[in-house]
């Protein structure tokens, strides 16, 4: 079977993305790996947050092999993923007023934290009441969105304003609005999104960001293992017993 030219230029594209995001938002990345590692060395917890498709990078980086221990997903019920039947509701709940705010009241989230508010667009009830909310009680904000959605829509928060305005350091994962990269004669519609490579490619440099700069500071970095090595299991036994009261997965 040859090689499918579509197939190849969605690679295309994701690479030129993610080479763009590397070259312009590496000051952003930076910032947010030190946010993360001041919050750790500091003793205060990690949180990620995303609604629809947007919460498949912060689940990313939870409890993952190689990633650090303490990163907790913040879950808003009905709106990891397509968990919910029909998966349209799950939309609808992101435009759902209030919401943020009971979740974020239920949780541990506390003051001297930060929470990781992944949304595409930004400009949902949801992701934007999440971010004013946190900041309120003293989280500090990394916004991961798509800067042209903010120049090219409109928001659908009363305060007229998007993620990126309740944010203390923002990512901009340069999607084009629409989030597809192809199109095709033939074809009604553009096709092959390419927002979760991006933004799953930021969360991870952010937290090697942070790695590295927890290292250079003398201090260990509270890193999982695979399970499926030898070792693992009691590596990260350890570090459950020793972090254990910022990991929140697990109870």
């Known amino acids: 079977m040859s090689e499918s030219k579509l197939a190849g230029q969605f690679f295309d594209a994701a690479i030129g993305l993610l080479q763009r995001v590397r070259d312009e938002e590496a000051p952003r990345i930076a910032a947010a790996g030190t946010a993360v590692a001041d919050a750790v060395a500091s003793g205060n917890r990690l ?59 239920s949780s541990p989230a506390a003051a001297g934290d930060v929470l990781v508010v992944i949304s595409l667009s930004g400009r949902n009830a949801l992701p934007v009441e ?9 989280l500090k904000v990394i916004g ?50 390419a927002s979760t490579v991006v933004t799953s490619a930021i969360m991870q440099a952010v937290l090697a960001a942070a790695a590295g700069e927890l290292a250079a500071r003398g201090l260990e970095v509270p890193l999982l293992r695979s399970g499926n090595v030898d070792g693992g299991h009691e590596w990260n036994g350890r570090v459950m017993r020793e972090y254990g009261d910022r990991i929140f997965y697990r109870h």
Do not use: W
């Open 144 to 193: 991961v969105t798509s800067i042209a959605y903010a120049e090219g829509t409109r928001s659908r928060h009363a305060s007229g304003t998007f993620l990126k305005d309740h944010c203390d350091i923002v990512v901009d994962s340069k999607i084009a609005v629409g989030d597809a990269e192809l199109s095709l004669d033939g074809i009604e519609a553009p096709f092959a999104p």
């Open 130 to 138: 999440m971010a004013m909310n946190a900041r309120a009680l003293g």
């Open 47 to 105: 949180f990620a947050f995303g609604a629809g498709h947007s919460s498949l990078p912060a689940q990313d980086v939870v409890y993952r092999a190689g990633g650090l221990a303490l990163m907790n997903f913040l879950a808003v019920p009905g709106t990891a993923g397509v968990d919910v039947m029909p998966a349209t509701l799950g939309s609808a709940l992101e435009r759902v007023d209030g919401l943020a705010g009971a979740v974020l009241d």
